[in-house]
């Protein structure tokens, strides 16, 4: 697995970045509103393409399909697995030979109506005893969001259940300079 990532996003140049992109994916960000939504989706569609080119040596921009829950992959290329993620702060993309997630997210003060909403018993003391909450809060959070995202299936069901450390393995990194925490997940 090979994890490309983004934390320069304010200086991107979003039209050459927009032109840059296939048709497809350059509708989706002028989708967004706000030009720096629209500079994240290019950030991460630039690191997936990156990613293709040396992992793959795929010399074009690939274009994406979408499966029935929406999980993006390379079109004709079922040997290329990869997921792309975006916060205020980065882009990241994960690219692998089997099926992976990714999730990055910024850490922020901890909600407690959310945690108690999507932690269960044990993660929420393990939150609650951690010296940085906000950060253990975060850190499950994005391994959640990362295995739904492997799985395609997106926030669909109850996230209290989600983590199943026997069947999958999960990656975290946490980088305090750029203040985001981001976790790629494998069937093990």
């Known amino acids: 697995m090979k994890l490309y990532v983004n934390t320069h996003i304010a200086e991107l140049d979003l039209e050459s970045s927009l032109a840059a ?3 497809q994916r350059r509708e989706q960000a002028l989708r967004y509103r706000r030009e720096h939504d629209r500079k994240l989706c290019a950030a991460a569609y630039q690191l997936l393409r990156r990613g293709v080119s040396e992992c793959f040596g795929l010399a074009e921009a690939p274009a994406l399909s979408y499966g029935s829950g929406g999980k ?3 079109a004709g290329h079922p040997e290329i697995h990869f997921n792309m993620s975006h916060c205020r702060e980065a882009a990241v993309c994960a690219v692998d030979t089997v099926p992976v ?3 990055v997210e910024s850490i ?5 109506a959310v945690a108690e909403r999507v932690l269960n018993a044990a993660e929420l003391a393990r ?3 951690s010296l940085w909450p906000q950060v253990e809060f975060i850190r499950l959070w994005t391994m959640k969001e990362a295995l739904l995202k492997l799985t395609g299936e997106g926030i669909s069901r ?3 259940t989600v983590i199943d450390h026997a069947r999958y393995r999960f990656a975290t990194v946490i980088d305090l300079p750029h203040h985001i925490v981001y976790t790629t997940c494998h069937y093990r």
């Open 101 to 103: 997630g990714v999730d």
């Open 72 to 74: 993006p992959s390379v």
């Open 108 to 112: 922020r003060p901890l909600d407690d």
């Open 21 to 23: 992109l296939p048709p």
């Open 127 to 129: 939150v609650r005893q």
């Open 158 to 160: 109850d996230l209290k």
